[in-house]
Nanobody, 120 residues
């Protein structure tokens, strides 16, 4: 049974940092692309970042490029999103989503989400 459990969200001041984690079980995260997707209050889903199956390539939305870093630990089957220089517009629920192939943005399973609030 596939499960994705996010953690690490919270309240942070503008310019601060957070690291989100997504613990995966029921499959090997090294075989599939993994994604981070967010939803800001009152807005639709926004894809943030992805790591291809095998971990050879990373992709970022223009809005987070240079500030966020996606990575994964294959030993612990965990995906991470390091977020730096956070802005109020980064406030959202962040979801970890598995792709059904080695390529990003082909979602089949989602976590429950973790809230990130950037505010002074």
């Amino acid at each position: 049974q596939v499960q994705l459990v996010e953690s690490g969200g919270g309240l942070v001041q503008p310019g601060g940092s957070l690291r989100l984690s997504c613990a995966a079980s029921g499959f090997s995260a090294s075989s599939y692309a993994m994604n981070w997707v967010r939803q800001a209050p009152g807005k639709g889903l926004e894809w943030v970042s992805a790591l291809t199956g095998g971990g050879h390539h990373t992709y970022y939305a223009d809005s987070v490029k240079g500030r966020f870093t996606i990575s994964k630990d294959d030993v612990h089957n965990t995906l991470y999103l390091e977020m730096n220089s956070l802005k109020p517009e980064d406030t959202a629920v962040y979801y970890c989503a598995k792709s059904w192939s080695a390529w990003p943005r082909l979602y089949d399973y989602w976590g429950q989400g973790t809230q990130v609030t950037v505010s002074s």
